[in-house]
């Protein structure tokens, strides 16, 4: 179980509130121009959104409807705002009723967090590759204990000889359970668990991840905290591609993906006795170490005698970047109830208790103008609320959202 301490609560709330207090607000300064009319923040009534992407936050309705506004049950009638008459007989908006749902919090959560694992299989990797496969399951199993929805996949080979390779010769990667459905060799795919069985040799760890993206690119969670760990005792080859070109291929799919490299930081040296000045491995790793530098990732030395520190240490990066979710699953309403996507509030609490508002900008490419921005998924049918990277991930505080929302009378 996470604590307060290491995460904060996150409560998101939906505020559906009555016809009137859906009007416009022209007074609301940069808001009114970069996101629309905005809505009154009434807290006192509203739906719960799911705790992250993909999450079912429940819509919990105690609906007390009245015509021309009003209040959760018991209370006073609410007036019409100034300058708002609410519907109009005949109008457009004449089937609109006030509404009011009590509000359901939604429970504290942390950042989905997906972990690529590119594994160097060649027969020189042996040692290592029983390292992280005897490791593996205790290292998500404490990264669960955390309070965090994790998934795993291994891109490597599951078996020593590939026919389209059979110059090489390969050492097959087999995790236990209970990442793997079964206790068998080859491992079996799961819930949290997916292998890519592909050949990956020596010098080509970033081509062959890239190669393979198809194959566990679905699995990827859209919002979630996305880590690739790189494992090798070589560089990639000449003709492979760079840091550059690697991450203007990735980061679509994960645009705040960290790399982490566990690699050769020294390179051969002929006739050196390995005393801490020599290497263990081929060369030293330097485009995973670019790679990991250009995305705030980890490099740790593939020649420790003792992984026990490389493991925690990845196991800190990933909780520390599962502190507020980037993305929100919009629930469904109650029967009658109509979500108003143009009128939205989202702000965010940072830990000292400040409040900001966010604003909404133009798409993920509008986050690089106001990285405390907001956006939709897709602004013709949103199913998700997708904060920038500015205000979410390794972040402490809270997140709260706003809808407004009419009732439909037949």
Same mark, same amino acid.
Request: proline share 9%.
């Given at each position: ?82 300058? $708002? ?13 006030? /509404?009011?749902? %009590? ?11 997906? @972990?690529?694992?590119? @594994? ?14 005897? %490791?593996?399951?205790? =290292? ?31 050492? &097959? ?48 969670? &859209? ?22 070109? =690697? ?6 799919? *994960? ?16 006739? /050196? ?6 290497? /263990? ?27 026990? &520190?490389? =493991? ?17 699953? @919009? ?30 900008? $133009? ?5 690089? *103008? ?11 049918? &949103? ?28």
């Amino acid at each position: 179980m996470w604590t307060l301490r290491r995460f904060e609560r996150l409560i998101l709330v939906a505020a559906l509130v009555s016809a009137g207090a859906c009007g416009d607000d022209t007074t609301s300064g940069r808001g009114a121009d970069a996101e629309g009319p905005r809505v009154a923040n009434l807290r006192d009534s509203g739906i719960s959104i799911g705790d992250a992407a993909g999450g079912s936050g429940g819509v919990r309705a105690d609906t007390d409807a009245t015509a021309g506004g009003g209040r959760p049950t018991g209370g006073d009638a609410a007036p019409t705002p100034s300058g $708002d008459a609410g519907p109009q007989p005949g109008g457009p908006d004449a089937n609109v009723q006030a /509404c009011a749902l %009590n509000v359901s919090p939604a429970p504290g959560a942390a950042r989905p967090t997906d @972990i690529v694992w590119f @594994i160097d299989a060649s027969p020189s990797m042996r040692d290592e590759i029983e390292t992280v496969t005897a %490791n593996l399951n205790a =290292f998500a199993a404490r990264i669960g204990g955390a309070g965090i929805d994790y998934r795993v996949v291994i891109v490597g080979p599951d078996r020593q000889i590939y026919p389209q390779r059979d110059a090489q010769e390969f050492f &097959p990667i087999c995790v236990p359970p209970p990442l793997s459905a079964q206790a068998a060799c080859p491992d079996v795919n799961s819930e949290r668990y997916l292998h890519v069985r592909t050949p990956l040799h020596s010098r080509e760890a970033l081509a062959v991840g890239l190669s393979a993206l198809p194959d566990y690119r679905a699995f990827l969670r &859209p919002g979630a905290s996305t880590h690739v760990v790189v494992v090798t005792d070589d560089d990639e080859r000449a003709s492979n591609p760079d840091a550059n070109e =690697f991450d203007a291929a990735f980061a679509p799919v *994960a645009p705040s993906y960290k790399l982490h490299s566990v690699v050769d930081l020294i390179g051969y040296v002929n006739s /050196c006795a390995f005393d801490g000045t020599c290497s /263990c491995g081929e060369r030293r790793g330097q485009v995973y170490i670019d790679l990991s530098e250009r995305t705030g990732g980890l490099v740790q030395s593939i020649c420790e005698p003792d992984w026990s &520190p490389i =493991f925690a240490a990845l196991e800190q990066s990933v909780v520390d970047a599962a502190r507020i979710p980037c993305a929100y699953s @919009i629930p469904t309403p109650p029967q009658g109830v109509e979500l108003r996507p143009d009128r939205l509030n989202v702000s965010l609490t940072d830990a000292a208790g400040a409040e900001t508002e966010l604003f909404q900008v $133009d798409g993920e490419a509008g986050c690089a *103008a106001d990285p405390l921005g907001w956006y939709y998924d897709d602004p013709a049918a &949103p199913t998700q609320v997708r904060l920038c990277p500015g205000a979410c991930g390794e972040r402490e505080g809270s997140v709260q959202i706003t809808f407004g929302c009419v009732v439909r009378k037949r």
